[in-house]
Each structure stands twice: as structure tokens, then as C-alpha cells.
């Protein structure tokens, strides 16, 4: 009985011991814990912790989102030809970033970035990790900042929700995060890299697929009309921009239109129905800024 | 009898003292940003901070948190800059050099990352990288976007909702 308590005495002097050193430093603590504990070291142990570690697509980290977002930008500008214009393009990241601060993301692994993509096209394109784009086609159309502010609103609402990650096959997801679950290397030897570098073209085409050739369901692309009004109505923009941008697109069936934004959308007036509501609920939402509309036509006015 | 169940108190007691100190333990997730003075954007900067650098959580506001960095500097940092370092009780058992949190995997760089990249790149010559690199060297800063603000009457300076 005796020497039971001392044992017990003592095993807590030593508990009381790995306590300290568990506050000192976690990583020692981890690993008192791993001796301590039973561990079965084979491989599909630690496949299946991966799993249970990371198991949607919010679990993708920001740094991997840059490098998914970078790839699709480049398949994205590998497809339109840049509108290269410093002074347009400097403008449109200064809305773009005006609009980002106010956002529900204001921080993004390498910031938001704008771009303008010359096509007639009537189109606005957010690639994962905060790189947009937006059509001279679109710009054209636009009639003061508003209009264009909102619109970037809708792109940066698409990269707050991560709906081009959700994109990203379930299955594919799967596969991706028992392999990097189970790899304990920083760098990739050639086997385990020609591997990823397939999970990664898969998961490129299905986010490009969804962005340009197929468009966000329809729940999305509400989801993001709500964001830029939220968004866009906390910058001082005036929210109605993105509606009275819509209804410019009402009965349009030219080439343009039909290509771009609205082939991928609910119908605009569909959209303008769900937007003011949206804006109902604001109260008195801002107004437009003269100063705003001069400045906007400065950038935007000599397209060509 | 009393030395195992002594042993798994002392164990629940330890893993409950990891699971505390991993709730206020942050990691930063962005490529750079800044601690500041108060809890909003154009406030004073008072450290800059790289991805990976851990923070400690004093406090948390709208938003925003209240931390204190490695060499002792306290301030205020968006919420959307960090995640927070998880340790997974599932996990204990293996060598947590191998396991993958959203957190530790950013730490260490893994999961898709610059070479995986390169290898895509040398395989898909439609894809132009060097567009994107140009589009990310354009770069606005903090001060030039409330200055925008300011000219815009729009922010703090208007009517923001």
C-alpha cells in the first residue's frame, strides 16, 4: 500500500515535471506525450489522420490557394491578352483594393490584384487567392465607379465564400490531402511529385471548368450579389451600382453579352430582384459621389 | 490499481493543458502583413510579420485580435491573416512532424506549393506565368488606397454603411 502511494507520489512529481515542460514548450510536450502514449506506425494510420486533419475545402491553406489561384490566372491570361493600360490598371486596384479592406477578407496570402483582359467579352473572372479580372468589354459598359466598384464587390464576395475552391471534386480533394497527409518531406522526390503535379491539373480543370465554361451554380453567384452589397455599402459605395449595371444586360443578345458574365449567371433580372431586397435591408443605403463618377470617367473614358 | 489511473489523470490533465495553450497559439497565413495600433487598417503599423511566425492571443474585437509576437510587441491583426495552430488529438500518436493541419502545413510549405508549380509549368506551356507575375508586381499600398478613399468620399471620409 505503502510503496503504491510512493510510486503514485513520485509519478506525479514526474507528471508535475512534464507539465512545466508542456508549457515551456509545446513540442517537447508532444513529445513526453508520444512516448507516453501507444502509437501503430504504419502508413494508413497516417493517411487516415490526414484525413481526419483536413477534410473540406476550407481546410486548403491560404498559401495553397495562392499557388491554385496563380496556375488558374496563367490558364486564364494563357486564354485574352492583357488591356495594357498603367494608369486603368492602377485605378482598377485602387477600387478593387478600396473595396477588399471592407470585405469579410480583407487579408489574402499575396493581396488582391485587378487586372483588365481586352476583349469585347462582357466579363468578370476571380481566381482563387484574390487575382481579378475584368473585361474592356465589361468597363465599357459600366457608366461611373459604382457600376464597377460593385462588380469587383461580386468578384471579391466569390473569393471571401472560396467558391472557386469549392469547385475542387470532393473525390479529388480526398486523394489530395491523404497523399500530403502522409508525406513528412519538404521537398518532393520525382514519384511523389509527378503525383501531386496530376491532383493539381485535376483540380486546375475543375476550377477553370467552372469559372469559364461551365459558371457558378446559381446559389453562388446570389451568394456573391449579397457580399457586394455588404461589402460595397461598407466601402460608401453606392449598392444599387451592381443592379443598374444588370439591367443595362436586360434583352442584350449580342455576342458579347451572351459570351462572358451572363451566360454563367441567373438572368439579370433575377438577379436585380435578390439585390434589392438585399438592399432593402440596408436602411439608407449610400449614394453616388459626382467626384467619384468624374474620376472614374478619366480612366475608363478613352478606351479603346 | 492507483498507478495507471494516476498515469491517465496525468495524461488528460496534460492533454488538456496542450489543447489550452493551442486555442490561443496563431499562426500567421498571409505572405506579409502588418501588427497594428488599434484594431483597424489604416492604424499606425507597429511590426511587420512574415507567414509562419507564431502569435500569441491577447484579446479579440470585431474582427480582430489582439496579439503579442515572438519579441514581446503587442497589437492588432484582421482575423482573416491568421489560423490557428491545431494540435489534433488524433494525431498524438505519431511523430507530429508528419501530420498535416491547415495550420502546420502552411508552417512547413507542403501541399502545393513553388515546386509543384515548376513541374505544372514544364508540362503546360498554354499556361502564362509570366502574365501573372506581372500582374502581381502592381501593387497598391495601404496609404494609397485611404488616400483614394479620402478623394472618393467614401470609408471614414463618407457615407460607408
Same mark, same amino acid.
Given at each position: 500500500?505503502?510503496?503504491?502511494?510512493?510510486?503514485?507520489?513520485?509519478?506525479?512529481?514526474?507528471?508535475?515535471?512534464?507539465?512545466?515542460?508542456?508549457?515551456?514548450?509545446?513540442?517537447?510536450?508532444?513529445?513526453?506525450? $508520444?512516448?507516453?502514449? #501507444?502509437?501503430?506506425?504504419?502508413?494508413?494510420?497516417?493517411?487516415?489522420?490526414?484525413?481526419?486533419?483536413? $477534410?473540406?475545402?476550407?481546410?486548403?491553406?491560404?498559401?495553397?490557394?495562392?499557388?491554385?489561384?496563380?496556375?488558374?490566372?496563367?490558364?486564364?491570361?494563357?486564354?485574352?491578352?492583357?488591356?495594357?493600360?498603367?494608369?486603368?490598371?492602377?485605378?482598377? $486596384?485602387?477600387?478593387?483594393?478600396?473595396?477588399?479592406?471592407?470585405?469579410?477578407?480583407?487579408?489574402?496570402?499575396?493581396?488582391?490584384?485587378?487586372?483588365?483582359?481586352?476583349?469585347?467579352?462582357? $466579363? &468578370?473572372? #476571380?481566381?482563387?487567392?484574390?487575382?481579378?479580372?475584368?473585361?474592356?468589354?465589361?468597363?465599357?459598359?459600366?457608366?461611373?465607379?459604382?457600376?464597377?466598384?460593385?462588380?469587383?464587390?461580386?468578384?471579391?464576395?466569390?473569393?471571401?465564400?472560396?467558391?472557386?475552391?469549392?469547385?475542387?471534386?470532393?473525390?479529388?480533394?480526398?486523394? *489530395?490531402? *491523404?497523399?500530403?497527409?502522409?508525406?513528412?518531406?519538404?521537398?518532393?522526390? =520525382?514519384?511523389?511529385? &509527378?503525383?501531386?503535379? #496530376?491532383?493539381?491539373?485535376?483540380?486546375?480543370?475543375?476550377?477553370?471548368?467552372?469559372?469559364?465554361?461551365?459558371?457558378?451554380?446559381?446559389?453562388?453567384?446570389?451568394? &456573391?450579389?449579397?457580399?457586394?452589397?455588404?461589402?460595397?455599402?461598407?466601402?460608401?459605395?453606392?449598392?444599387?451600382?451592381? &443592379?443598374?449595371?444588370?439591367?443595362?444586360?436586360?434583352?442584350?443578345?449580342?455576342?458579347?453579352?451572351?459570351?462572358?458574365?451572363?451566360?454563367?449567371? =441567373?438572368?439579370?433580372?433575377?438577379?436585380?430582384?435578390?439585390?434589392?431586397?438585399?438592399?432593402?435591408?440596408?436602411?439608407? =443605403?449610400?449614394?453616388?459621389?459626382?467626384?467619384?463618377?468624374?474620376?472614374?470617367?478619366?480612366?475608363?473614358?478613352?478606351?479603346? | 490499481?492507483?498507478?495507471?489511473?494516476?498515469?491517465?489523470?496525468?495524461? !488528460?490533465?496534460? %492533454?488538456?493543458?496542450?489543447?489550452?495553450?493551442?486555442?490561443?497559439?496563431?499562426?500567421?497565413?498571409?505572405?506579409?502583413?502588418?501588427?497594428?495600433?488599434?484594431?483597424?487598417?489604416? +492604424?499606425?503599423?507597429?511590426? %511587420?510579420?512574415?507567414?509562419?511566425?507564431?502569435?500569441?492571443?491577447?484579446?479579440?474585437?470585431?474582427?480582430?485580435?489582439? !496579439?503579442?509576437?515572438?519579441?514581446?510587441?503587442?497589437?492588432?491583426?484582421?482575423?482573416?491573416?491568421?489560423?490557428?495552430?491545431?494540435?489534433?488529438?488524433? +494525431?498524438?500518436?505519431?511523430?507530429?512532424?508528419?501530420?498535416? %493541419?491547415?495550420?502546420?502545413?502552411?508552417? +512547413?510549405?507542403?501541399?502545393?506549393?513553388?515546386?509543384?508549380?515548376?513541374?505544372?509549368? +514544364?508540362?503546360?506551356?498554354?499556361?502564362?506565368?509570366?502574365?501573372?507575375?506581372?500582374?502581381?508586381? %502592381?501593387?497598391?499600398?495601404?496609404?494609397?488606397?485611404?488616400?483614394?478613399?479620402?478623394?472618393?468620399?467614401?470609408?471614414?471620409?463618407?457615407?460607408?454603411?
Amino acid at each position: 500500500m505503502k510503496a503504491a502511494r510512493v510510486g503514485a507520489v513520485s509519478l506525479a512529481a514526474l507528471g508535475f515535471a512534464a507539465l512545466i515542460a508542456a508549457c515551456s514548450a509545446i513540442q517537447q510536450a508532444t513529445g513526453v506525450l $508520444n512516448t507516453a502514449m #501507444a502509437r501503430a506506425d504504419d502508413a494508413k494510420t497516417v493517411i487516415e489522420a490526414g484525413q481526419k486533419l483536413r $477534410n473540406s475545402f476550407a481546410d486548403i491553406t491560404e498559401e495553397e490557394e495562392y499557388y491554385i489561384g496563380r496556375s488558374v490566372a496563367a490558364l486564364i491570361l494563357g486564354r485574352y491578352p492583357v488591356y495594357r493600360d498603367d494608369g486603368l490598371t492602377r485605378y482598377l $486596384n485602387l477600387v478593387g483594393n478600396a473595396v477588399a479592406v471592407f470585405s469579410d477578407r480583407p487579408e489574402i496570402y499575396a493581396g488582391y490584384h485587378f487586372l483588365v483582359l481586352d476583349t469585347d467579352e462582357i $466579363n &468578370a473572372l #476571380a481566381a482563387p487567392g484574390g487575382m481579378i479580372f475584368v473585361t474592356k468589354g465589361l468597363l465599357r459598359r459600366c457608366q461611373d465607379e459604382e457600376m464597377l466598384a460593385m462588380i469587383l464587390a461580386h468578384e471579391i464576395g466569390h473569393v471571401a465564400a472560396k467558391h472557386g475552391l469549392q469547385a475542387i471534386k470532393k473525390s479529388r480533394l480526398m486523394d *489530395a490531402f *491523404a497523399f500530403l497527409g502522409a508525406q513528412a518531406v519538404q521537398r518532393y522526390g =520525382p514519384q511523389d511529385l &509527378a503525383q501531386l503535379t #496530376a491532383i493539381f491539373e485535376g483540380v486546375l480543370s475543375d476550377i477553370v471548368g467552372q469559372l469559364i465554361e461551365r459558371g457558378y451554380d446559381r446559389q453562388s453567384e446570389y451568394d &456573391a450579389d449579397g457580399l457586394a452589397v455588404k461589402f460595397g455599402a461598407r466601402t460608401g459605395f453606392a449598392p444599387d451600382g451592381i &443592379a443598374r449595371f444588370l439591367a443595362t444586360m436586360v434583352g442584350d443578345r449580342s455576342t458579347a453579352a451572351g459570351k462572358g458574365w451572363f451566360k454563367t449567371h =441567373p438572368t439579370p433580372e433575377q438577379r436585380i430582384g435578390q439585390i434589392n431586397k438585399a438592399i432593402a435591408g440596408l436602411g439608407t =443605403p449610400p449614394g453616388i459621389e459626382d467626384v467619384r463618377t468624374r474620376r472614374f470617367r478619366q480612366n475608363c473614358g478613352s478606351l479603346k | 490499481m492507483k498507478k495507471p489511473r494516476s498515469f491517465i489523470i496525468l495524461l !488528460v490533465a496534460m %492533454t488538456l493543458s496542450l489543447a489550452t495553450a493551442a486555442a490561443d497559439l496563431l499562426v500567421v497565413s498571409v505572405q506579409t502583413t502588418q501588427i497594428r495600433k488599434s484594431p483597424q487598417f489604416f +492604424a499606425a503599423s507597429i511590426a %511587420t510579420l512574415k507567414a509562419g511566425e507564431k502569435l500569441e492571443k491577447v484579446s479579440e474585437a470585431n474582427g480582430w485580435i489582439q !496579439v503579442k509576437t515572438a519579441s514581446g510587441a503587442i497589437g492588432w491583426i484582421h482575423s482573416s491573416a491568421v489560423v490557428a495552430s491545431k494540435f489534433s488529438l488524433q +494525431a498524438m500518436n505519431k511523430d507530429m512532424k508528419t501530420q498535416a %493541419t491547415a495550420g502546420e502545413v502552411a508552417l +512547413a510549405g507542403k501541399g502545393f506549393n513553388s515546386q509543384v508549380e515548376a513541374s505544372y509549368r +514544364a508540362k503546360h506551356g498554354e499556361a502564362n506565368f509570366a502574365g501573372v507575375e506581372a500582374m502581381l508586381r %502592381t501593387r497598391v499600398d495601404l496609404a494609397q488606397v485611404e488616400d483614394f478613399l479620402k478623394k472618393g468620399k467614401l470609408g471614414a471620409f463618407g457615407g460607408a454603411k
